[in-house]
Nanobody, 121 residues
Framework: QVQLVESGGGLVQTGGSLRLSCAAS??????????MGWYRQAPGKQRELVAQ???????NYADAVKGRFTISRDNAKNTVYLQMNSLKPEDTGVYYC?????????????WGQGTQVTVSS
């Protein structure tokens, strides 16, 4: 049973930094080829993609975070990270880790339980 567990959220002032981690537990032998992503959901808003790192190493960022956030992964540790710098109040929300299967893989996607990020002005 694969589980994604996020950590690293918290309260930070505008301009500060946080590093989120998402560790995959269980038998996740295909972790290295899954597309790993971070999504966020602000109160009253829909969940949105923040950043994604494919199994092939391509990155995709939301326009609002380009130049401030960096996604990375350590396949040996089955872990994905999100380094968030120059944080703004509009970055506040619950951040969710997602593991999306490639099209050629039979299986399912996975979600973490979320970690709260609050940026004070």
């Amino acid at each position: 049973q694969v589980q994604l567990v996020e950590s690293g959220g918290g309260l930070v002032q505008t301009g500060g930094s946080l590093r989120l981690s998402c560790a995959a537990s269980g038998s996740f032998v295909l972790f290295s080829i899954y597309h790993m992503g971070w999504y966020r959901q602000a109160p009253g808003k829909q969940r949105e993609l923040v950043a994604q790192l494919t199994g092939g190493g391509k990155t995709n960022y939301a326009d609002a975070v380009k130049g401030r956030f960096t996604i990375s992964r350590d396949n040996a540790k089955n872990t994905v990270y999100l380094q968030m710098n120059s944080l703004k109040p509009e970055d506040t929300g619950v951040y969710y880790c997602n593991a999306a299967k490639p099209a050629f893989v039979t299986g399912r996607d996975y979600w973490g339980q979320g970690t709260q990020v609050t940026v004070s002005s």
